[in-house]
């Protein structure tokens, strides 16, 4: 019993984590077919971010978090701005774009090593303490994860399904020419969705360096799970994605427990290539083109 | 009615436009007057459908000019001249495919315009086309043909606009939802709706038109009212098969 109330907990904060990561990936891949190979560098500046705002301009919480989290949103407006709307619509941009976001990832990573240097610093943000289930203690700030996670899909999915802006993001991403000629002007969903999918990131990246420690490759790992989780679930499937990444936050879990930390990433991707040998469209999705 | 009336509401002059180095329209002229249905009628792969994607914008005629009103409007971005009040029915319907028949009809409310009457307008709709206030909780996909372009007439409804652009609304349905479909074509134009619409085929077209034009490899070869069209023979056996 303890040991599954232990995989449980560790499960879901992971798969909490995971979540927020994912739904960043899906949605910016949903809305303009784009790869985003920048996202683990983008964890790592909303990591960063939160930690300068907190620790060193001595901000409060309530003005820090979300200035951190708005240095993410910013990072991704730019990404369009500067990288991205050049390429959209030319030929080959699938492939293109995840080509310039890997550059965009160097450049942001190499800037927080010049700014914050190779050595890991210690969040200053979190919660103390916690509390027993159990023979297992549960730290507060796993909680708070699973809170944070929980309360940010739920904002986002009703974002997404009940408001004017979510419905023409949907849209967009299922029939872009539709879309424009309902009067959306695509442009700026793209920017929308490269902002929100850019502040997700930092949230993501906030909620790991309070378990962790800051790192400018901190955000790689994540990444790569959020790319797993985005596979297995068909990409560009939101829901599909968010149910994927607790399984997968469970199943890592259990893994590291039963046979040591070190298995749990080969076994993960072990499964991808299970699921995509049994599902190719991913094991959520339903058709080839993925759709929010 | 008769197409050169003192000032069409929609005019194209002399557009040109294609893809890459191939020219698809070679200098086409059209007018709608305001409240009039005009047809586009011609062989697949003429350029009906670029046509009407050069007046919504979604293609840049090459030279020549588009007036809304008087105002040019083929060098704005789609979104804007869409603001402007061109509702365009597109081939193929466009629907969004994973979202319900209410969300879509909504998303054709988007404009500021538009949202700000959005649910009178949904009433009126889903009363003009029953089938869909049946299925509006229902997502898009899961409908028949007929019903899918009903969704498409409905959500470019919502949007109200001054034009009505409808792109090949009989192509792959079965004869009777044909019917059903061309009944709604003919209750819009009874509400004095102003429509520009294509087709290949001009049967069903030609009762209902006040002026038709013939597109062949991008130029209009003929244009003049229905009536004429019907007494000949010779165009008749060329264009729509006799």
């Known amino acids: ?292 | 009615m008769s197409a050169a009336a003192a000032s069409p509401l929609l005019a194209l002059r002399d557009v040109e436009a294609g893809y890459g180095g191939q020219r698809v329209l070679r200098g086409v002229s059209i007018e709608v007057p305001e409240g009039a249905l005009i047809t586009l009628i011609g062989p697949n792969g003429h350029g009906k459908t670029t046509l009407l994607y050069c007046i919504s914008g979604l293609v840049r005629p090459d030279s020549g000019e588009i007036l809304l009103d008087g105002q040019a409007i083929h060098a704005l971005p789609v979104d804007r001249i869409v603001a402007r009040g061109i509702v365009h029915i597109p081939q193929g319907d466009m629907i969004f495919p994973d979202m319900t028949v209410l969300d879509n009809l909504l998303m054709g409310a988007y404009l500021p315009a538009a949202a700000a009457e959005q649910q009178q307008r949904l009433e009126e709709v889903l009363s003009f086309l029953p089938p869909l206030a049946e299925r509006r909780g229902q997502t898009a996909s899961t409908l028949s043909g007929g019903e899918r372009r009903m969704l498409a007439i409905g959500r470019g409804l919502m949007a109200g606009g001054r034009v009505l652009l409808i792109d090949e609304p009989s192509l792959g349905l079965a004869p009777i939802v044909i019917e059903q479909i061309y009944q709604v074509i003919a209750d819009l134009k009874a509400q004095g709706r102003t429509i520009l619409l294509v087709e290949e085929n001009a049967s069903r077209v030609v009762e209902l038109a006040d002026h038709v034009h013939l597109l062949d490899n991008g130029e209009i070869v003929w244009n003049g009212p229905a009536g004429e069209l019907v007494e000949n023979d010779e165009l008749l056996e060329t264009y729509l098969g006799g």
């Open chain 1, 1 to 292: 019993m303890d040991t599954a109330i232990q995989i449980v907990v560790s499960g879901l904060t992971l798969g909490a984590m995971y979540a927020v990561g994912t739904i960043a990936l899906s949605l910016v891949w949903g809305a303009l077919q784009m790869l985003n190979m920048a996202q683990g560098a983008l964890l790592a500046v909303g990591g960063y971010a939160a930690y300068t705002a907190v620790a060193t301009l001595g901000m409060p919480l309530w003005l820090g978090l979300p200035a951190a989290i708005a240095v993410g949103g910013l990072v991704g407006a730019l990404m369009y701005a500067l990288v991205v709307r050049h390429m959209l619509g030319r030929p080959g941009f699938e492939t293109n774009v995840i080509i310039a976001t890997v550059g965009i990832a160097l450049i942001l990573e190499n800037l927080v090593l010049r700014l914050y240097g190779a050595y890991p610093l210690l969040q200053p943000i979190g919660l103390e303490g916690g509390f027993q289930v159990g023979a297992t203690y549960v730290p507060w700030q796993n909680l708070m994860i699973l809170v944070v996670s929980v309360v940010l899909m739920l904002v986002i999915g009703n974002f997404l399904s009940r408001t004017r802006a979510g419905r023409a993001i949907r849209a967009t991403a299922q029939h872009q020419r539709g879309a424009m000629l309902m009067g959306v002007p695509v442009g700026r969903v793209y920017v929308q969705v490269l902002m929100i999918g850019g502040a997700l990131a930092a949230v993501s990246g906030i909620m790991l360096s309070t378990i962790t420690t800051l790192a400018p490759t901190m955000g790689y790992d994540p990444m790569l799970k959020a790319f797993i989780i985005c596979v297995i679930a068909g990409l560009g499937n939101i829901y599909g994605a968010l149910t994927a990444a607790f399984v997968l936050g469970l199943f890592e879990a259990a893994v590291q427990y039963f046979f040591g930390v070190r298995f749990g990433f080969p076994a993960l991707l072990v499964l991808v290539i299970v699921a995509l040998i049994w599902r190719p469209y991913g094991v959520f999705g339903r058709h080839k083109q993925a759709r929010l």
